[in-house]
């Protein structure tokens, strides 16, 4: 049984920084793909960012593309996002979510991921 687990949010000022974690649990945490994806209240979840196994490989959605940062410590079971210059716009419901390989094409794609956490309330106050 994998389980996914994130954590870290918060509410922080317009223009601060925060930084979210997540550790999946079940098999060797270095044999997942992992991202992160967030949900608005009203809307759709929608795409964030990506890390492959060995964090060499990573994609972000347009709207977050130089201002978060994902990585990860595999010796720690462990996956951060790190969230700066903040907006209101950035106030979701964020989710991590492990795939099956290593890596994935659609890394986008909710449907490339198979275990999910329940998700951590980021509120950006302006």
């Known amino acids: 049984q994998v389980q996914v687990a994130e954590s870290g949010g918060g509410l922080v000022q317009a223009g601060g920084s925060l930084t979210l974690s997540c550790t999946a649990s079940?098999?060797?945490?270095?044999?997942?793909?992992m991202g992160w994806f967030r949900q608005a209240a009203g809307k759709e979840r929608e795409f964030v960012g990506y890390?492959?196994?060995?964090?060499?490989?990573?994609n972000y959605a347009d709207s977050v593309k130089g201002r978060f940062t994902a990585s990860r410590d595999n010796a720690k079971s462990m996956m951060y996002l790190q969230m700066n210059s903040l907006k209101s716009e950035d106030t979701a419901v964020y989710y991590c979510?492990?795939?099956?390989?290593?890596?994935?094409?659609?890394?986008?794609?909710?449907?490339?991921?198979?275990?999910w956490g329940q998700g951590t309330q980021v509120t950006v106050s302006s």
């Open positions: 979510a492990a795939a099956d390989y290593r890596s994935v094409g659609m890394w986008s794609s909710p449907s490339a991921y198979a275990y």
């Open positions: 079940g098999r060797t945490f270095g044999m997942y793909a």
């Open positions: 890390i492959n196994w060995s964090g060499v490989s990573t």
